[in-house]
């Protein structure tokens, strides 16, 4: 199993869907089955977010494979949400990932 993506639970509450716990997107390299599976607490977060960053060059036929199975891919606009669920609310703490939401604003 490949991670290829990050997305969330749909959360609903009486003001609506939100959005609720990150989850990784991984694809089988055998066979091409997709599994969402949440992240632990002591997942790496930088390594998370890795995988997010190369999600944003998706191949389309991925990205459209995922939307067919309404499988919520979390984007470029969605990058501030990110962080703050990995890191907390301010940035993150190391350089490489400093630098990266710098490059993605």
């Not at 977010?49 to 969605?78: T, V």
Request: net charge negative; hydrophobic share 40%.
């Amino acid at each position: 199993m490949e991670p290829v993506g990050l997305t969330c639970k749909q959360v609903m509450n009486k003001y609506g869907s939100q959005y609720g716990e990150l989850m990784l997107i991984h694809l089988c390299l055998d066979c091409g089955k997709v599994s969402i599976n949440r992240i632990a607490r002591d997942d790496d977060a930088e390594l998370i977010f890795g995988y997010f960053q190369n999600s944003l060059e998706m191949q389309p036929e991925l990205s459209d494979r995922l939307k067919a199975q309404e499988i919520f891919i979390l984007g470029k606009a969605e990058t501030e949400f990110v962080i703050e669920r990995l890191f907390g609310l301010g940035l993150a703490p190391s350089q490489c990932i400093d630098r990266a939401y710098r490059d993605y604003w």
